[in-house]
């Protein structure tokens, strides 16, 4: 089915362990995004795309990396990660109309 | 800068009852409006969408009028079911390359 698809669903990593979360998506949008989202404060851009090869920080970009070498695809790195990034994780894509695609999730521990 | 405010929750109702979760928003420009649904464990979906003043989004029972004149986009249903239960999100994009999140509204519908 065409859409958004996010890797892995569940991970639990230790404090300082590093780790990459996979998007990719199959509808050729321009447009891609991660999000976080924690209890009581709703959806949170960490970074996102306008195109193959480019990137730009969102609203909480510090502690991640992204990059996008294909259109199809958009990672988000934890390079050193906390338990302060413990959160579920969206990606979300957008083509030529308004709104977005999302993924699944995945649910991070860090312990 | 752009906004979104909505109704906190959750909001507890039995089925059958009417619905209304209010959405307001701050804009310099015309946006476009959105809500979207997320059922527990999934990702958020897209649930109705209006572009212009005055234009009524819908669909599966759920209705949202844009009116500008009060900034407001609540969104509404007649009669609610328990599977209806989820969290409701209202968005809004002007036009940039990002929809920005109002930090979402939880449903209880009691059977």
């Known amino acids: 089915n065409a859409g958004v698809t996010q890797t892995p669903k569940f991970r639990v990593l230790k404090t300082g362990q590093s780790m990459t979360l996979l998007c990719a998506q199959d509808m050729n949008h321009e447009y891609m995004y991660w999000y976080r989202q924690d209890p009581g404060m709703g959806l949170r851009l960490i970074h996102y795309s306008v195109g193959e090869g480019t990137t730009a920080k969102g609203e909480v970009p510090d502690g991640y990396n992204v990059s996008r070498l294909k259109k199809q695809n958009f990672l988000l790195g934890l390079e050193s990660a906390a338990p302060s990034q413990t959160s579920v994780y969206f990606c979300?894509?957008?083509?030529?109309?308004?709104?977005?695609?999302f993924g699944s999730g995945t649910r991070l521990t860090v312990v | 800068g752009n906004s979104v405010t909505q109704m906190e929750g959750p909001v507890t109702l039995s089925e059958e009852a009417f619905l209304t979760i209010n959405c307001t928003y701050t804009?310099?420009?015309?946006?476009?409006l959105f809500w979207y649904v997320q059922y527990p464990g999934e990702g958020l979906q897209l649930l109705l969408k209006?572009?212009?003043?005055?234009d009524k989004g819908s669909n599966k029972g759920f209705e949202a009028t844009y009116r500008k004149e009060t900034t407001s986009f609540h969104l509404e249903k007649g009669s609610v079911q328990v599977s209806d239960s989820a969290v409701y999100f209202c968005?809004?994009?002007?036009?940039?390359?990002?929809?920005?999140f109002g930090k979402g509204t939880r449903l209880h519908i009691l059977p």
């Open positions: 968005a809004l994009s002007d036009g940039d390359d990002k929809i920005i």
């Open positions: 804009a310099t420009g015309y946006p476009s």
């Open positions: 979300a894509s957008m083509g030529d109309s308004y709104g977005y695609t």
């Open positions: 209006a572009t212009k003043a005055d």
